[in-house]
């Protein structure tokens, strides 16, 4: 059989067909164009500032810089205070993510097996360990299926996902210090 890949004879694995059956929308999405980034960069802005003026749990937007197609998101909560929604939108997907803990001071294992069992329950998001072991939370939707309705889902999950984990995780991992 001849080798027509371009790798030494490993598949690209964005071509590797999926055990399931089941395409990954985030690799097998087309790129879109420069002028369809800046319509979704415009419906991005007024998304947000709708939903800034009905949420007011939204306490703040900011953009990232001229060359970035990135917004800061200041969300008020109940058990985390104040934190912030990182959304970047790239020619695939929006990635969004919050800085959910700093790298736990003690009882580490305990705190991973919470944030693991926590992160089975997550729909569309997921817990991941960031710079200085940081746990972030994060997750990502295709451009293509970027409506008003979805960025208020991802809002909303966000918002209640960090309301669940925080004190839990704080309680663990700083358990000598955090008495909330």
């Given at each position: 059989?001849?080798?027509?890949?371009?790798?030494?004879?490993?598949?690209?694995?964005?071509?590797?067909?999926?055990?399931?059956?089941v395409?990954?929308?985030?690799?097998?999405?087309?790129?879109?164009?420069?002028?369809?980034?800046?319509?979704?960069?415009?419906?991005?802005?007024?998304w947000?500032?709708?939903?800034?003026?009905?949420?007011?749990?939204?306490?703040?937007?900011?953009?990232?810089?001229?060359?970035?197609?990135?917004?800061?998101?200041?969300?008020?909560?109940?058990?985390?205070?104040?934190?912030?929604?990182?959304?970047t939108?790239?020619q695939?997907?929006?990635?969004?993510?919050?800085?959910?803990?700093?790298?736990?001071?003690?009882?580490?294992?305990?705190?991973?097996?919470?944030?693991?069992?926590?992160?089975?329950?997550?729909?569309?998001?997921?817990?991941?360990?960031?710079?200085?072991?940081?746990?972030?939370?994060?997750?990502?939707?295709?451009?293509?299926?970027?409506?008003?309705?979805?960025?208020?889902?991802?809002?909303?999950?966000?918002?209640?996902?960090?309301?669940?984990?925080?004190?839990?995780?704080?309680?663990?991992?700083?358990a000598?210090?955090?008495r909330?």
């Amino acid at each position: 059989m001849e080798d027509d890949t371009d790798s030494g004879g490993v598949a690209d694995p964005r071509e590797v067909a999926d055990p399931m059956g089941v395409a990954d929308p985030m690799t097998q999405a087309p790129p879109v164009s420069d002028a369809d980034l800046d319509a979704m960069e415009r419906r991005m802005d007024s998304w947000l500032a709708a939903a800034s003026a009905a949420n007011p749990a939204i306490d703040a937007i900011e953009r990232g810089s001229q060359d970035e197609r990135r917004w800061y998101v200041r969300v008020h909560g109940e058990e985390k205070e104040v934190w912030t929604i990182w959304f970047t939108l790239g020619q695939r997907t929006l990635h969004y993510e919050t800085y959910m803990v700093p790298a736990p001071e003690e009882n580490h294992a305990q705190l991973y097996e919470h944030l693991l069992r926590r992160n089975r329950r997550l729909t569309g998001l997921k817990l991941e360990i960031g710079p200085e072991d940081a746990v972030f939370l994060s997750g990502s939707t295709p451009v293509s299926q970027l409506t008003a309705g979805v960025l208020d889902g991802i809002l909303g999950s966000m918002y209640a996902a960090t309301e669940l984990i925080f004190r839990p995780a704080m309680r663990i991992g700083y358990a000598s210090k955090f008495r909330g």
